[in-house]
Protein backbone atom coordinates (compact mmCIF):
# COMPACT_ATOMS: atom_id res chain seq x y z
CA UNK A 1 0.00 0.00 0.00
CA UNK A 2 1.09 3.52 -0.55
CA UNK A 3 1.92 6.14 1.89
CA UNK A 4 -0.80 8.62 3.18
CA UNK A 5 -1.04 11.65 2.04
CA UNK A 6 -1.88 14.66 4.05
CA UNK A 7 -3.91 17.68 2.08
CA UNK A 8 -5.21 19.81 5.04
CA UNK A 9 -5.83 19.84 8.51
CA UNK A 10 -9.34 21.80 9.51
CA UNK A 11 -9.08 25.66 9.84
CA UNK A 12 -6.40 28.63 10.45
CA UNK A 13 -6.48 27.91 14.02
CA UNK A 14 -6.94 25.77 17.00
CA UNK A 15 -6.57 25.48 20.82
CA UNK A 16 -5.38 22.48 22.49
CA UNK A 17 -7.88 20.49 23.63
CA UNK A 18 -10.07 21.29 20.88
CA UNK A 19 -11.70 18.36 19.42
CA UNK A 20 -14.02 18.01 16.11
CA UNK A 21 -10.79 18.83 13.59
CA UNK A 22 -10.24 16.70 10.20
CA UNK A 23 -7.90 15.90 8.63
CA UNK A 24 -7.79 15.04 4.95
CA UNK A 25 -5.97 13.53 2.20
CA UNK A 26 -6.27 10.10 0.81
CA UNK A 27 -4.38 6.54 1.01
CA UNK A 28 -5.37 6.63 5.03
CA UNK A 29 -6.78 3.17 4.65
CA UNK A 30 -10.19 1.73 5.90
CA UNK A 31 -8.18 0.47 9.48
CA UNK A 32 -7.45 2.78 11.93
CA UNK A 33 -4.19 3.85 12.17
CA UNK A 34 -2.83 6.85 13.94
CA UNK A 35 -2.34 10.41 13.91
CA UNK A 36 1.00 12.14 15.75
CA UNK A 37 2.80 15.83 15.99
CA UNK A 38 6.51 15.93 16.04
CA UNK A 39 8.93 18.52 17.17
CA UNK A 40 10.68 17.38 14.05
CA UNK A 41 9.51 16.44 10.30
CA UNK A 42 12.17 13.28 10.59
CA UNK A 43 9.90 12.06 13.14
CA UNK A 44 12.26 13.00 16.45
CA UNK A 45 12.06 15.29 19.39
CA UNK A 46 8.65 15.75 21.27
CA UNK A 47 5.56 13.80 19.91
CA UNK A 48 1.74 14.15 20.24
CA UNK A 49 -0.16 11.49 19.48
CA UNK A 50 -3.94 12.92 18.43
CA UNK A 51 -7.27 11.07 19.06
CA UNK A 52 -9.27 10.19 16.21
CA UNK A 53 -13.29 9.78 16.33
CA UNK A 54 -13.47 7.92 12.68
CA UNK A 55 -11.32 7.28 10.07
CA UNK A 56 -11.80 6.41 6.16
CA UNK A 57 -9.36 6.11 3.62
CA UNK A 58 -9.66 9.96 3.15
CA UNK A 59 -10.92 11.68 5.76
CA UNK A 60 -9.75 11.65 9.58
CA UNK A 61 -12.55 13.54 11.67
CA UNK A 62 -13.56 14.03 15.45
CA UNK A 63 -9.61 14.85 15.72
CA UNK A 64 -8.57 15.92 19.23
CA UNK A 65 -5.61 17.91 20.11
CA UNK A 66 -4.02 16.97 23.24
CA UNK A 67 -5.00 19.45 26.53
CA UNK A 68 -1.19 19.55 27.31
CA UNK A 69 0.48 18.83 24.43
CA UNK A 70 4.16 18.16 24.90
CA UNK A 71 5.17 20.04 21.74
CA UNK A 72 6.30 23.77 22.22
CA UNK A 73 5.61 27.25 20.53
CA UNK A 74 6.83 26.70 17.13
CA UNK A 75 6.85 24.49 13.95
CA UNK A 76 5.70 21.22 14.37
CA UNK A 77 4.66 18.03 11.96
CA UNK A 78 1.83 16.47 11.51
CA UNK A 79 1.84 12.75 10.48
CA UNK A 80 -0.30 10.04 9.39
CA UNK A 81 0.59 6.83 10.22
CA UNK A 82 -1.40 3.92 8.30
CA UNK A 83 -2.46 0.39 10.42
CA UNK A 84 0.28 -1.05 7.60
CA UNK A 85 3.07 1.39 9.68
CA UNK A 86 3.07 3.57 6.74
CA UNK A 87 3.89 7.33 7.23
CA UNK A 88 2.73 10.36 5.12
CA UNK A 89 5.11 13.01 4.70
CA UNK A 90 5.17 16.41 7.49
CA UNK A 91 2.34 18.78 6.91
CA UNK A 92 3.98 21.79 8.77
CA UNK A 93 2.21 24.30 11.41
CA UNK A 94 2.49 26.20 13.86
CA UNK A 95 1.94 26.08 17.08
CA UNK A 96 1.62 29.31 19.22
CA UNK A 97 0.87 29.58 23.08
CA UNK A 98 -1.67 31.87 23.88
CA UNK A 99 -3.11 33.65 27.26
CA UNK A 100 -4.04 31.27 30.10
CA UNK A 101 -1.26 29.03 29.22
CA UNK A 102 -3.19 27.59 26.11
CA UNK A 103 -1.72 26.65 22.82
CA UNK A 104 -3.03 27.70 19.92
CA UNK A 105 -2.14 26.09 16.63
CA UNK A 106 -1.76 28.73 13.46
CA UNK A 107 -1.24 26.58 10.07
CA UNK A 108 1.31 27.38 8.46
CA UNK A 109 -0.49 24.91 5.44
CA UNK A 110 2.75 24.08 4.49
CA UNK A 111 2.65 20.27 2.47
CA UNK A 112 5.30 18.50 2.08
CA UNK A 113 4.89 15.76 -0.52
CA UNK A 114 6.83 14.85 -3.52
CA UNK A 115 4.39 12.31 -5.02
CA UNK A 116 2.24 15.32 -6.61
CA UNK A 117 4.92 17.82 -6.08
CA UNK A 118 2.17 20.54 -6.24
CA UNK A 119 0.61 23.10 -3.44
CA UNK A 120 -1.92 22.23 -1.03
CA UNK A 121 -3.27 25.55 0.42
CA UNK A 122 0.25 27.06 1.49
CA UNK A 123 3.65 27.57 0.09
CA UNK A 124 5.78 25.01 -0.36
CA UNK A 125 9.63 24.56 1.51
CA UNK A 126 12.40 21.89 1.55
Not at 80 to 96: D, G, Q
Request: glycine share 14%; charged share 20%.
Amino acid sequence: MAAPVVIDFGDEAHDSGETGLTIDGFQFGFFSGAAWMFQNANRTGASDQLTVGTWTDMQLTGVAIPGSPTNATGTVFLFVRTENLEWSLPYEFTMTIVGGGQRRLRMAAIIHHRRHGRRCGGSRRR
